[in-house]
């Protein structure tokens, strides 16, 4: 009781001393293009890189090392969830019964299945020219999957394929970094040329790292979905 | 002579990492071999970095983006040692695997210590600030993924650790990226060189906010007290292996992240050093005594692993070449004494199926070998005279000395910590070589491709403890490249 009394109090005043900090000393609002790195993203990013979405300029060309590792986090983090859970299904005889889905359901995600994997694709191949990217069209692929998953009990998606798609797209990415260093001596180079910008082929590597990133995002997310299936069952 | 680039380090780990797992879909025993060939080119690479880096910097650009615009690697004779390390440790580890995650995925635990690899490197050898927290969410979340390796009996113990480490974890990236953020906020720039430029110049209140929030995350991936508590369990619950990779690979990059930050970004802000000295000496002492109080043999080494994380903290903060010089010599020291004590207990451990201390008893005469190796390590920590500890002790000392009244007083502190670890090491040695056995039968010695990475690393802990000329040549210029700043290095961008 006292113990907790005392985090409590301290954690209040840290959070008041934080709090008021940051409200007196965060230049909210203040135009900082002018002191940083911000300024040469901001009016050289697209003909720089030759894409029209600055962010996706940011994130795969300019800092595209981190986003390597990001994919990298990801692909840590599903091959920890699926060694964290082998062999670790719950014992015979405490299986959970599953209700099968109403027609509606099944109907619905047979319509809508193409669709959602049709919707992730687009979000991926346009990285370059609008909002999205990558990541984000390999979440919504891996709904998709999900509502597979939601509409037939017995859905199974293939390891073997999957891991064999993961492992392909993923060393595409690194491919591509360690072919620019043996281009022109640096890792991650754009050794394509940009296009005109808001073209769909333009702007470089960034088109063929992003639909590589689409494809693992969306199979490593499965897989882990799949990996919980597993473990329910 | 080759050149290889310092960014291949990270290429081939994850091309690699990418690569097992479809490999072992038609030959299920590759995964073994294709890591310890990336391990061994990271060996080569690191090696040859090593020697270039003692001449120059070597700098590597990444997307061809000059630095401040993109991410840069900038590998002093530092960093290019600490890789060096990181691959050395790893690729002896290896060896020593077999029979330990036998029972277990090990296509999965071969990706996961390549990337693991891979990720401690990337923190050693990267210049912007992003790309550290980046590397060092790989390294995390992949040490969490091998915690939770363990089988059988320990499975239960090695989950609660796991998600202990994991919220702990997750706190830690959380304070780093927040800090990372206002650190942007106050500067506009994400590059080390230009950060360590523009700190001088930015909001007082928020670059201090920063480095408390920065050295409250490293902090505890460098196991400093209060934030330590996953430390205990991780390293007791973690299968073997697992362990001596967390000591000897995963808190040194953490380590060596929070040092990096605090002299070369904040240019060793006298605010962080007396934090870092104040909570340095506590870590030193609740480690010790803590170890003196266990009955667990791994969780012992584990505190004692605390403790000499303390001393490395009181012997950066105190900020002067000589205690620079001592504080990465019992770095290197507790890496490969550490390193070699947990393979040594985890053999023991392996053999005698406890982790009791209490059942140590005699035994030099049930398996001599592994006994002389533990003994060896356990003299190299405690600070004995003709091994690696006593010098980077007496060299900690002799830098704290040139500190006045007060290094005296930390002094004092060091040796009485010294005198604790004395204790309770020499407790276990006692046990091992002079009480008799209950059973006296003889139990099998690991086989030689284990006994092997052991040998190595009692060599070397000999080689630092009789020929320290050889290291000092390193790590004179690392200390120096420390107190110079990174301002000069990349012309300051």
Not at chain 2, 367 to 373: C, E, G, I, K, Q
Not at chain 2, 475 to 482: D, F, G
């Given at each position: ?20 900090t ?27 890189t ?24 990801l ?5 920890g ?14 299986k ?43 979440a ?35 491919l ?8 022109t ?49 | ?61 990444l ?19 600490l ?32 990337l ?78 230009d ?14 906010m ?17 934030l ?23 808190v ?20 962080a ?70 393979m ?6 392996f ?15 049930r ?8 003994t ?29 009244t ?60 009789i ?27």
């Open positions: 009781m006292i113990k907790k009394s005392i985090a409590l109090i301290l954690i209040a005043i840290l959070f008041v001393a934080i709090f008021f940051l409200a007196n000393d965060l230049p909210f609002g203040d135009n900082r293009t002018t002191t940083g790195v911000s300024d040469k993203y901001i009016y050289h990013g697209v003909n720089d030759g894409a029209s979405n600055l962010v996706t300029a940011i994130v795969v060309n300019y800092r595209g090392f981190d986003t390597l590792g990001e994919v990298t986090v692909f840590v983090a599903a091959t969830v699926g060694a964290v859970l082998y062999n670790m299904g719950r014992p015979a005889g405490k959970r019964k599953k209700t099968e889905a109403s027609l509606i359901v099944r109907t619905g995600s047979r319509i809508l299945f193409p669709m959602m994997l049709l919707f992730g694709a687009y979000i991926f191949v346009h990285g370059h020219l609008t909002p999205g990217g990558g990541f984000q069209g390999g919504v692929i891996a709904t998709a999957f999900l509502f597979k998953y939601v509409s037939d009990t017995r859905y199974h998606i293939d390891h073997n394929k999957f891991t064999a798609t993961e492992s392909v797209v993923g060393m595409t990415f690194a591509v970094g360690i072919m620019g260093l043996l281009l001596g640096y890792f991650l180079f754009n050794f394509l040329p940009n296009g005109s910008p808001g073209e769909l082929l333009s702007a470089g590597i960034i088109p063929i790292i992003y639909v590589a990133i689409g494809i693992k995002v969306g199979a490593e997310l499965t897989g882990i979905l799949d990996n919980m299936m597993e473990v329910e069952q | 002579m080759v050149n290889i680039d310092p960014t291949l380090m990270i290429g081939i780990p994850l091309f690699m990492g990418f690569l097992i797992p479809s490999v072992a879909i038609v030959w299920k025993n590759s995964p073994r071999y294709l890591a310890g060939f990336t391990i061994l080119f990271n060996l080569i690479a690191s090696t040859l970095l090593l020697i270039r880096s003692l001449n120059a910097p070597v700098i590597s650009v997307g061809g983006w000059q630095p401040p615009y993109g991410i840069v690697f900038v590998a002093g004779p530092l960093g290019s040692m890789a060096l390390l990181i691959s050395s440790m790893t690729m002896l580890t290896w060896f020593y695997l077999p029979p330990h995650i036998k029972e277990g995925n090990e296509t999965k635990f071969y990706m996961l210590f390549i693991l690899m891979a990720g401690a490197t990337g923190m050693v050898l990267t210049g912007d600030l992003f790309n550290l927290f980046v590397f060092t969410e790989i390294t995390s979340i992949a040490s969490f993924s091998l915690l939770a390796y363990s089988r059988g009996k320990d499975e239960k113990e090695a989950v609660e650790a796991t998600i202990k480490y994991m919220i702990i974890g997750s706190l830690s990236s959380a304070f780093f990226l927040i800090g990372i953020a206002l650190l942007y906020g106050a500067t506009g720039t994400l590059n080390m060189a950060l360590a430029s523009k700190i001088p110049s930015a909001n007082h209140n928020l670059v201090m920063a480095l408390a929030m920065i050295i409250t995350g490293l902090g505890i991936e460098a196991e400093m007290f209060p330590n508590g996953w430390t205990p369990d991780a390293y007791t619950g973690a299968t073997h292996p697992v362990s001596v990779m967390f000591a000897s690979v995963v040194k990059a953490g380590f060596f992240a929070l040092i990096r930050v605090v002299f070369l970004i904040f240019g060793a802000a006298t605010e050093l007396q934090i870092l000295m104040i909570f340095g000496l506590l870590t030193l002492f609740v480690g010790e005594s803590s170890a003196l109080r266990q009955t667990d043999l791994k969780r012992m080494l584990a505190y004692s692993s605390i403790g000499q994380m303390g001393l490395l903290l009181v012997a950066f903060s105190l900020n002067n070449q000589t205690a620079l010089v001592g504080g990465l010599y019992a770095m290197l020291n507790h890496a490969i004494a550490k390193g070699l004590l947990f040594a207990a985890g053999s023991f451990i053999a005698l199926g406890t982790r009791d201390i209490s059942a140590l008893n005699g035994m030099g005469k398996m001599p070998v592994t006994s002389a190796l533990f060896i390590g356990a003299f190299s920590i405690m600070g004995l005279p003709f091994f690696g500890g006593f010098i980077s002790k007496i060299v900690i000392i002799a830098g704290s000395m040139q500190a006045g007060e290094g005296m007083l930390v002094a004092i502190l060091i040796l009485s910590a010294s005198l604790i670890e004395l204790v309770y090491f020499l407790r276990v040695v006692h046990r091992i070589w002079m009480r008799e056995p209950e059973d006296d039968s003889r139990l099998k010695e690991a086989p030689f491709t284990q006994m092997f990475p052991m040998i190595v690393l009692a060599a070397f802990v000999f080689l630092m403890g020929y320290p000329q050889a290291f000092f040549k390193v790590l004179i210029p690392a200390a120096q490249e420390l107190l110079r700043g990174l301002g000069t290095m990349i012309g300051g961008a």
